[in-house]
T-cell receptor
Framework: QQQVKQSPQSLIVQKGGISIINCAYENTAFDYFPWYQQFPGKGPALLIAIRPDVSEKKEGRFTISFNKSAKQFSLHIMDSQPGDSATYFCAAGQAGTALIFGKGTTLSVSS | EADIYQTPRYLVIGTGKKITLECSQTMGHDKMYWYQQDPGMELHLIHYSYGVNSTEKGDLSSESTVSRIRTEHFPLTLESARPSHTSQYLC?????????????FGQGTRLTVV
């Protein structure tokens, strides 16, 4: 049973466009929702994270939108750049358990 | 930059050999994890630990074993490597308290079993 569902599997966006990746979770006990960015040959690195007591968090061009009632959260990348081309993973977790990751989204930003 | 280290980075080994993948972190984190990942694909949790002498199996069935004798060290062992074990293995660590759950990943070990 997959607890975190991520979509789309792949995404192609033109330079300067907005990239949107969505995730849905099932366990209402989760209280930590991070997004990780992974480049080929590297381990995932934390991009941005949110707690369920806020509906939005913005860091530079990256924004997480969180909808607690719908049990969904999304990553928005504004003004997407070729350097943003990577695989993005959403995750969910709580103290005392391991982070559960989505299946990943491969983003390609065309110049 | 995260202080979590994996060795070796790359390993090519013959079928039937015993191997140990090393993972160490200097952040004093209680929680440590091993994930298996094929290139560009999802992360499968194979083992995790909440602290010294604590180990649990993850969601993906694995023929590997782990140990946690010291807080900073979480090695993964394959007693008899098979070609189906060819993959990338990622180690991660995190604190275990609310609001401090960020997981830091190592660079990974790419294992090829021939």
């Amino acid at each position: 049973q997959q607890q975190v569902k991520q979509s789309p599997q792949s995404l192609i966006v033109q330079k300067g466009g907005i990239s949107i990746i969505n995730c849905a979770y099932e366990n209402t006990a989760f209280d930590y929702f991070p997004w990780y960015q992974q480049f080929p040959g590297k381990g995932p690195a934390l991009l941005i994270a949110i707690r369920p007591d806020v509906s939005e968090k913005k860091e530079g061009r990256f924004t997480i939108s969180f909808n607690k009632s719908a049990k969904q959260f999304s990553l928005h990348i504004m003004d997407s750049q070729p350097g943003d081309s990577a695989t993005y993973f959403c995750a969910a977790g709580q103290a005392g358990t391991a982070l559960i990751f989505g299946k990943g989204t491969t983003l390609s930003v065309s110049s | 930059e995260a202080d979590i280290y994996q060795t070796p980075r790359y390993l090519v080994i013959g079928t039937g050999k015993k191997i140990t993948l090393e993972c160490s972190q200097t952040m004093g984190h209680d929680k440590m994890y091993w994930y298996q990942q094929d290139p560009g694909m999802e992360l499968h949790l194979i083992h995790y630990s909440y602290g010294v002498n604590s180990t649990e199996k993850g969601d993906l069935s694995s023929e590997s074993t782990v140990s946690r004798i010291r807080t900073e060290h979480f090695p993964l062992t394959l007693e008899s490597a098979r070609p189906s074990h060819t993959s990338q293995y990622l180690c991660a660590s995190s604190e275990n308290r609310p609001g401090h759950l960020q997981a830091f990943f190592g660079q990974g070990t790419r294992l090829t079993v021939v």
